[in-house]
Structures are given as C-alpha cells and as structure tokens.
Nanobody, 116 residues
Framework: QVQLVESGGGLVQAGGSLKLSCVAS????????MGWYHQAPGKERELVVS???????YYADSVKGRFTISRDNAKNTVYLQMNSLKPEDTGVYYC??????????WGQGTQVTVSS
C-alpha cells in the first residue's frame, strides 16, 4: 500500500506562485508515473501534469509555460511549481502516482485558491 501526503496549497493573488509537494510512503515506491490532477469547483478532475520515471513530462495546454513538475526519487517526492497563477487555476489539486503501470494511488487533495 502507498500513502500520499500533499502540502503547499493556499490562497494567492493572480500572478502569484505556489509550490505543491507530494511525499509517497509505503511498502514500495517504484512509481512509473507521478502527477497532479486539478478539480475545479463543479467540474471533473483533470490531469494537469505528469512525469515518468524516465523524466518524460506531460503538460496540459492550459498550464504550459507556467507550471513545472519535478520529482526527487530519493525522497519519493513529486513537486509542482505553479507560476503566473490565474483564477481559473483555483480548485483542489490531487497528487497521483502509478505503480507497476497498474496500481493507482491518490492523495487527499490540497486546495489552491487564486484571487483576482
């Protein structure tokens, strides 16, 4: 079993920055992919960014050039640096990891609120 603990959310003005962190713990932390999903109020959860064990990244068009994902395998941690935040970035951000390509785990979510 894997546990994910997120941190770093909060309230920020438009144009500001936040950095989210997600620490994974458990019996095995060999994750082929780690990422972040965004769930805006009243909407479905959507993939925002992800990074493979080899360092390949995916960014949703809405965050390209503003968000940066990184991972520290030694610390079993994935980060999301969010710059130039917009009000539409508001919502809950969920950490997601995939293990052995079939097991999926989710964090409890961290709230990000961007005021205009």
């Amino acid at each position: 079993q894997v546990q994910l603990v997120e941190s770093g959310g909060g309230l920020v003005q438009a144009g500001g920055s936040l950095k989210l962190s997600c620490v994974a713990s458990g019996s095995s932390t060999n994750f082929n992919r780690m990422g972040w999903y965004h769930q805006a109020p009243g909407k479905e959860r959507e993939l925002v960014v992800s990074i493979s064990s080899g360092g390949n990244t995916y960014y949703a068009d809405s965050v390209k050039g503003r968000f940066t994902i990184s991972r520290d395998n030694a610390k079993n941690t994935v980060y999301l640096q969010m710059n130039s935040l917009k009000p539409e970035d508001t919502g809950v951000y969920y950490c997601h990891v995939q293990q052995y390509y079939i097991r999926n785990y989710w964090g409890q979510g961290t709230q990000v609120t961007v005021s205009s």
